[in-house]
């Protein structure tokens, strides 16, 4: 066995408006009771909003580089509700919820076998490399907008 692969990286994919990631839980991503620790599921959502975006056709790494900015979390509103544990599997869906001038939000659930485990509610702004509110380019607000009418308007459980 050579250690390389023809695959690339774990990928979500949309169904119905809804963006599926999958994640399994590490030992890294436990604490010392082998619970998820608290911060590792906003770096689990977080990986699932880049893929959305990178799945919806929006090239986030290109557009930093071409000096456009990048999204920054402003706001996010958590519950836990389950502890996922070592070896889970686990799928964060995402849902575009409402888009403004320069920012989005997004709802995101965690769930494991069909079990709500956490859920977010999360604003992000696109801001300039001088950190400061930019418009969204007006492709990427017709790919928004297009998810949030597939996806329908409901909060996330409890928000």
């Known amino acids: 066995m050579t250690g390389e692969t023809t695959s690339g990286p774990t990928s979500g994919a949309f169904v119905d408006g809804v963006h599926r990631f999958p994640v399994r839980v590490y030992f890294e991503d436990t604490d010392l009771s082998g619970v998820v ?58 849902r575009v919820k409402s888009i403004g001038a320069a920012s989005c939000r997004i709802a995101q659930v965690i769930v494991r076998s069909g079990e709500l485990v956490t859920d977010a509610l999360v604003t992000a702004a696109l801001v300039g490399r001088d950190g400061r509110p930019k418009r969204q380019p007006p492709e990427w607000r017709r790919i928004f907008e297009a998810l949030a009418v597939t996806a329908g308007n409901g909060e996330p459980n409890g928000n």
């Not at 906003?42 to 990178?54: H, N, T």
């Not at 000096?67 to 070896?87: M, N």
């Open 37 to 94: 620790y608290h911060a590792n599921y906003l770096r689990f959502m977080e990986r699932a909003r880049s893929d959305m975006l990178r799945v919806a056709g929006i090239d986030q790494r290109g557009f930093f580089e071409a000096g456009g900015g990048a999204y920054a979390v402003t706001d996010i509103h958590i519950r836990y509700v389950r502890p996922a544990r070592l070896d889970d599997v686990l799928h964060v869906e995402s």
